[in-house]
Nanobody, 119 residues
Framework: QVQLVESGGGLVQAGGSLRLSCAAS????????MAWFRQAPGKEREYVAT????????SYTDSVEGRFTIFRDNAKNTVYLQMNSLKPEDTAVYYC????????????WGRGTEVTVSS
């Protein structure tokens, strides 16, 4: 059973930066595609970024392209989300997810870490 634990959220002013981390345990991390999702208050969960097994292929939703970077360290079983130039609309609970079957369908989820961006 894969367990994912996010950390690094907090309160930051607009224009600031945060780095989220997601530590994985209980499985073979290097075999999983990984992703970050977020859910803002009153809104549905949305995809933010994905990264493949080896970390050489990434994708981003349009609203974060050029500001956020997803990367992974397979030796540390950790995926990261570097968030720069934060905007109030980035305020959300951020979730890490793992795709253990390599189908780009995410079957394991963390509990989330809250990010609040003040204007």
């Amino acid at each position: 059973q894969v367990q994912l634990v996010e950390s690094g959220g907090g309160l930051v002013q607009a224009g600031g930066s945060l780095r989220l981390s997601c530590a994985a345990s209980g499985g073979t991390f290097s075999r999983y595609n990984m992703a970050w999702f977020r859910q803002a208050p009153g809104k549905e969960r949305e995809y933010v970024a994905t990264i493949n097994l080896s970390g050489d292929a990434t994708s981003y939703t349009d609203s974060v392209e050029g500001r956020f970077t997803i990367f992974r360290d397979n030796a540390k079983n950790t995926v990261y989300l570097q968030m720069n130039s934060l905007k109030p609309e980035d305020t959300a609970v951020y979730y890490c997810a793992a795709d253990s079957r390599r189908l780009w369908q995410f079957d394991y989820w963390g509990r989330g870490t809250e990010v609040t961006v003040s204007s």
